[in-house]
């Protein structure tokens, strides 16, 4: 990839935003974007016609369902496309997956905003029961280690993967600290402060498939969880005398 190198970055949710800031910012000169309806199949194969994209970079919102994603895989494959990223979601036609590398990761966050999430459900409910005065909060009880990112590092991690490269393949984007939801559950005691119990529910997991880390392909994460998701409850407290995550309220 070279600073020349077309880039099509599909989607305008806060991921695809800031990675389209980050790429400019570095000096990528050509990133393309569009407003057009995603559905309707003659504009999307007059702009790939028109722009010839050597990279795409998939819409990570959930707005964009796995027919879109299709549609896009298959005008990247028609229009000579070298690369194009996606992100959880395993499925494609063998067909393709040479063309294809697949970005996981479990939860992202910044300096005002979480995901809806399990973390954030854990944030939640503990700031109400310290208010509230509730003896114990439920917590699952998962085990699987996380993959939890500050947004900074996820859209570095993109762009490091995108220099990368195109074997076709699945890359873990960890951040080496092996957490899981017990882990954080007892981390986000401590930074609340709040003084119940914790009493664990148990969950099913899906065993997760075999992936390569991006640890192992020359990146690191440089935000700490602990460090970062304190400022981050500290600040709104602070800030805003009320507490909200995801557009929950808790007054």
């Not at 309806?37 to 707005?63: A, G, M, R």
Request: proline share 2%.
């Amino acid at each position: 990839m070279t600073k020349e190198t077309k880039i099509y970055v599909v989607g305008q949710d806060i991921i695809s935003k800031d990675l389209t800031y980050k790429l400019q910012k570095q000096g990528y000169k050509n990133i393309l974007t569009t407003d057009y309806n995603p559905y309707d199949k003659q504009k999307l194969k007059e702009f790939f016609i028109k722009n010839k994209p050597e990279i795409v970079v998939l819409d990570p919102s959930k707005d964009v369902d796995g027919y879109l994603q299709n549609r896009y895989i298959f005008s990247g494959h028609l229009n000579q496309v070298k690369r194009i990223i996606k992100f959880n979601n395993f499925m494609h036609q063998k067909e393709y997956s040479k063309l294809i590398t697949n970005i996981h990761y479990d939860v992202f966050y910044t300096d005002s905003y979480l995901e809806e999430n399990p973390i954030s459900e854990i944030v939640r409910t503990m700031h109400e029961a310290k208010i509230y005065g509730d003896m114990y909060v439920g917590v699952e009880s998962g085990l699987q280690p996380l993959n939890i990112l500050f947004l900074d590092d996820l859209t570095d991690a993109i762009v490091h993967i995108m220099k990368l490269e195109n074997k076709g393949r699945t890359i873990n984007v960890d951040n080496c600290c092996e957490m899981n939801l017990r882990n954080v559950a007892y981390i986000l005691k401590d930074i609340i402060k709040y003084e119940g119990d914790l009493r664990y529910e148990d969950v099913d997991e899906e065993e997760k498939k075999p992936m390569i880390s991006i640890n192992d392909l020359g990146w690191k994460a440089r935000y700490n969880f602990e460090t970062t998701i304190r400022k981050i409850y500290n600040r709104l407290i602070d800030k805003h005398k009320y507490f909200m995550v995801s557009n929950i309220i808790v007054n």
